[in-house]
């Protein structure tokens, strides 16, 4: 299995909703990566597990909340989000935290809409 | 700063060979990275460059010169399915990935 896995690929949200992203990869890799792409411009690093434990956090707001219950599992927690918030959440893993020739390995992402 | 370059767009014919640069000022460095993007699809992998030299991947090159701080992607034989963003990332000391803002590549027939 070579795969990333996120779901759900789309979500339409109220700014009063509580949602979660979820992402998956069975490759043995031990860091996982959420990245927030808005169109037309390069990915942004948003949080990145090392281990199972939270290594960068790139200043997010708390209305996004990370989780890492597992080597396989990441999840963000989205709540009382801005409609400035509608993106495409990419999850991301590679085989180690922070190193040289670290590829990293992307899932097809969550698109989310906040009205 | 920390800052990549490479251009917004450019364009391309089918069969044709392409080069996409890529400039970058960084606080030190730990390779350079190319991914390609389809539109509302996942980055992909396609190369990386820690040391100066070419390295060749099928129809896809990637350039690497630390002193120049310059990279490039070469593409050949192009078809129509390289129409794509090309993004390039720079690791710097701290072992976090740079990016630049992509270079979106048009193939035309």
């Known amino acids: 299995d070579t795969e990333v896995t996120q779901t759900p690929k789309h979500l339409v949200m109220g700014m009063t909703n509580k949602k979660s992203l979820k992402c998956e990869q069975h490759?043995?890799?031990?860091?996982m990566y959420w990245y927030k792409q808005k169109a037309k411009k390069p990915p942004e690093l948003m949080f990145v597990y090392s281990y199972e434990k939270l290594s960068i956090n790139e200043s997010v707001p708390s209305r996004f909340s990370p989780e890492c219950p597992n080597s396989s599992l990441l999840n963000l927690h989205l709540h009382a989000l801005q409609p400035e918030d509608s993106a495409l959440y990419l999850c991301?893993?590679?085989?180690?935290?922070?190193?040289?020739?670290?590829?990293?390995?992307f899932g097809a992402g969550s698109r989310l809409t906040v009205l | 700063g920390q800052n990549i370059d490479q251009p917004t767009e450019m364009t391309a014919t089918e069969g044709a060979i392409v080069q996409i640069n890529c400039t970058y000022q960084t606080s030190g460095f730990n390779g350079l990275f190319w991914y390609q993007q389809h539109a509302g699809e996942a980055p992909t992998f396609l190369s990386y460059?820690?040391l100066d030299g070419l390295e060749e991947k099928g129809r896809f090159s990637s350039f690497l010169s630390r002193s120049k701080g310059y990279s490039y992607l070469l593409l050949k034989e192009l078809q129509m399915k390289d129409s794509a963003s090309y993004l390039c990332?720079?690791?710097?000391?701290?072992?976090?990935?740079?990016w630049g803002a992509g270079t979106k590549l048009i193939i035309k027939p």
């Open positions: 460059n820690v």
């Open positions: 990332a720079v690791m710097d000391s701290n072992y976090q990935l740079i």
């Open positions: 490759m043995g890799h031990r860091a």
């Open positions: 991301a893993s590679s085989q180690e935290g922070l190193s040289g020739a670290n590829v990293l390995t």
